[in-house]
């Protein structure tokens, strides 16, 4: 392949990944509980999907403590956060999904390398 | 079927369909643009499920009109009603989700008739 | 509350689990290799919903072995199967997901006690 | 943006609005009642998402002729096509999103332009 194909399609993959984590998650039922065995199927999920190198996926405690009153809450968009990086026949791409408060958006950026 | 048994059945359908719609479609992107038709859809499928003889989903309008700067959102829990009617051998049951704004929490309930 | 009614609204709170089950994770990536977190990390979502007292999901392992070229497949219907007891007021209520081959269906019932 | 940048980063889009259409809709109760107002819905969301210019998604049809007994079935991957094209300042990617019964994947794949 050549290097800039390698290039996008690594972009591409990256882009996939964090996709599918937002969409599949968002609105599970979480809380202090069941925060980090949630982060670690998450991963587990986007590891078996191909190109992937490594994933880290963060829910943000802070977030967990004042939910409803009913001790738990779903998944919401500002508490989630992920990391994923793919290879692609040696090219590189990382995905970051990271919540921005001003935009009040689950932003999604490319880190390429 | 015992007239007992129909009413818990028709409970526990109605509570089927609340379930799965709200976990269906939280996370789903929606602006005043697609809301319609969201709800349109969410219907429709709410109407291919057993037992199922009425249903009505809404989109609250209001919490769409200040969402992040990128002129749409991710459905979440305080937007979204629902009404479902069922109805198994005879024997009716509401189910209803509400947004419930002093409990943070997107309440289900059973009305029986 | 009166008997009858509460021995309905066990039902109805079954049936929302089995519902939010069911459309929250099918779709989720997944292998022999994370099957039991998956199990894990729905179990711990549903025990965190209201008035459950019990729950146990099962992935279908033989219907693992033999999935797409990539090693991976997405959870489906047939590949899924829960038993969730709930309890409200004293009353208890079992639903059951189970995947019914005949029907094509992943059918849920019922078991009032 | 350089040049290989803003390809880069298209490719990165168009892969997010593939998984993230793929992973929020499949599970949704479907038959050929509603698979044009679902296609109609599933576009219009990913129409909000930023840089989009272009979306098609198709549910096959002939998929739909023999589901279960209950005359409808959830969204699966083989039965789910879609094409997006997005743009970022002035560089274009495709992404297209087909099952591939060989390998009985839904296949995403980038098309450059």
Redesign the interface.
């Known amino acids: 392949m050549a290097g ?2 390698k ?3 690594a ?14 998650f ?6 202090e ?2 925060a980090e ?2 982060e ?2 998450m991963e ?7 190109f992937v190198v490594e994933v880290e996926v963060r829910i943000d405690r802070e977030k967990l403590k004042s ?8 998944l ?2 500002d508490m989630l956060a992920a990391r994923v990086v793919v290879e692609v026949d040696g090219s590189k ?1 990382e ?1 970051i999904l990271e919540w921005n408060d ?5 932003l ?1 950026r ?1 880190v ?1 390398r």
């Open positions: 800039e194909e290039d996008r399609k972009a591409f993959e990256a882009g996939i990944k964090l996709g599918a984590l937002f969409h599949q968002i609105g599970v039922p979480v809380s509980k069941n065995i949630l670690k199927a587990s999920c986007v590891k078996l999907q191909p939910v409803s009153d009913m001790g738990y809450t779903s919401s968009p791409a995905g001003e935009m009040k958006y689950p999604m490319l390429c």
